[in-house]
């Protein structure tokens, strides 16, 4: 491959990005994107060329406009991310909450079985119940451990 075929590809594929770019943008601000191919410009999404051309005029009359636009869309995409952002940690905590009802599911398991344990021979209830302490201690020590994990997810 000669080296003018390889600078012909990259500035095909800058201007691929720069036109997917220039689509991105013109999305999140809510105007038609359009595609430039050569001098022509054609809406994409059936926007008229007056309003495009409007836009740009508007645009193109007061360049305090678009360092206006940038410090909007920039608190607007720091206010996207914080949402997510807090979104995200939610979703993590109600995961780790999950917990918190195997827990209790655990609990009822286990002093069904100590009851049962019991019925079926009371000679060692007493030992029974020493066990049974044992298994309540450790499962309530996993409920900490998860409602910990829920606080640092919600506040660190």
């Known amino acids: 491959m000669s080296s003018q075929k390889a600078v012909q590809l990259s500035l095909g594929g800058a201007r691929c990005l720069s036109t997917g770019l220039a ?3 013109a999305a999140s601000q809510g105007v038609a994107p359009v595609a430039s191919q050569g ?3 054609t809406p994409i999404f059936g926007a008229s060329a007056s309003v495009i051309a409007s836009g740009i005029r508007a645009q193109a009359a007061s360049p305090m406009s678009l360092h206006k636009q940038a410090v909007l869309s920039s608190s ?5 991310t914080m949402s997510v952002l807090a979104a995200s940690k939610m979703v ?3 995961c780790a909450t999950i917990a918190l009802a195997g827990v209790g599911a655990g609990l009822g398991v286990m002093f069904g079985s100590l009851i049962n344990g019991a019925a079926r021979n009371p000679n060692i209830a007493k030992q029974l119940v020493g066990y049974a302490l044992l298994g309540f201690a450790l499962t309530e020590s ?3 451990f998860s409602l910990l994990v829920v606080f640092l997810i919600l506040f660190a």
Do not use: D, H, S
């Not at 607007?76 to 996207?80: N, S, W």
């Open 23 to 25: 689509r991105l943008a």
């Open 39 to 41: 001098a022509a410009q």
């Open 76 to 80: 607007a995409a720091q206010e996207r």
């Open 92 to 94: 993590g905590a109600g």
């Open 142 to 144: 996993i409920a900490l």
